[in-house]
């Protein structure tokens, strides 16, 4: 079985500052490995995934993520944030063919 | 592309009555289709899995009476609360995945309210 461990419920950075939602994850299996966004009272969106390949992986809205294997993480980063990065951010694994499992979520507070 | 709807946004019932929650893919053919459940404040707890044509797999400790899943075509998947209570007030999310690919699509999401 798969677990996604987000560990930080809250991160407050001021706005131009960059920032990290730290994730990690466990598997016995190869995982595929996602970052989702949530605007309030919204759906999830997609961010990035990583599937394979390169361990460096860019997004939207100006978001990257690093698979490290070693140190099972999946870090998301972004190198200046903005108001409108106000959301809840959730790390979530699949293992190929597999239902997602997603971590608690992390909620980003952009200070002005 | 990869656009997934749900309908409606935003539902309030009185408690004992049904609701019926659609989700739709609309420029794609979902072979499987899942149900969240999401309380405030709180991570996606997935309910169900359904496969286009065949019946829903339940999650541990959703009761597969009370939450009735519906996937009659590659496009529509339906979710109906039966018998509706308080407790079963949630945001619901539902997602859409192409066979062979591995990333879903979400929903809006349906606020569900019951009185």
């Known amino acids: 079985a798969q677990s996604v461990t987000q560990l930080d419920s809250q991160v407050p950075v001021f706005e131009e500052a960059p920032v990290e939602l730290r994730c990690n994850y466990s598997?016995?299996?190869?995982?595929?490995l996602f970052w989702y966004v949530q605007y309030p009272n919204q759906g999830l969106q997609l961010l990035l995934k990583?599937?394979?390949?390169?361990?460096l992986v860019k997004g939207i809205n100006g978001f990257e993520a690093e698979f490290n294997k070693s140190q099972t993480s999946f870090h998301l980063r972004k190198p200046s944030v903005h108001i409108s990065d106000t959301a809840e951010y959730f790390c979530?694994?699949?293992?190929?063919?597999?239902?997602?499992?997603f971590g608690k979520g992390t909620r980003l507070h952009i200070l002005p | 592309g990869a656009v997934v709807s749900q309908h409606p946004s935003r539902v309030i019932c009185k408690s004992g009555t049904s609701v019926k929650i659609e989700c739709r893919s609309l420029?794609?053919?979902?072979?499987?289709m899942f149900w969240y459940r999401q309380f405030p404040k709180q991570s996606l707890m997935l309910m169900a899995t359904?496969?286009?044509?065949?019946?829903?797999?339940?999650e541990q400790g959703v009761e597969k009476d009370k939450f009735l899943i519906n996937h009659a075509s590659l496009t529509l998947s339906t979710l109906t609360v039966t018998s509706a209570h308080p407790e079963d007030s949630s945001f619901y999310i539902c997602?859409?995945?192409?066979?062979?690919?591995?990333?879903?699509?979400f929903g809006p999401g349906t606020r569900l309210l019951v009185l």
């Open positions: 990583y599937l394979s390949g390169s361990t």
């Open positions: 979530a694994v699949m293992a190929r063919d597999d239902k997602i499992i």
């Open positions: 359904s496969n286009e044509g065949s019946k829903a797999t339940y």
């Open positions: 420029d794609f053919q979902a072979t499987t």
């Open positions: 997602s859409a995945r192409v066979q062979g690919s591995e990333t879903q699509y």
């Open positions: 598997s016995s299996v190869s995982v595929y």
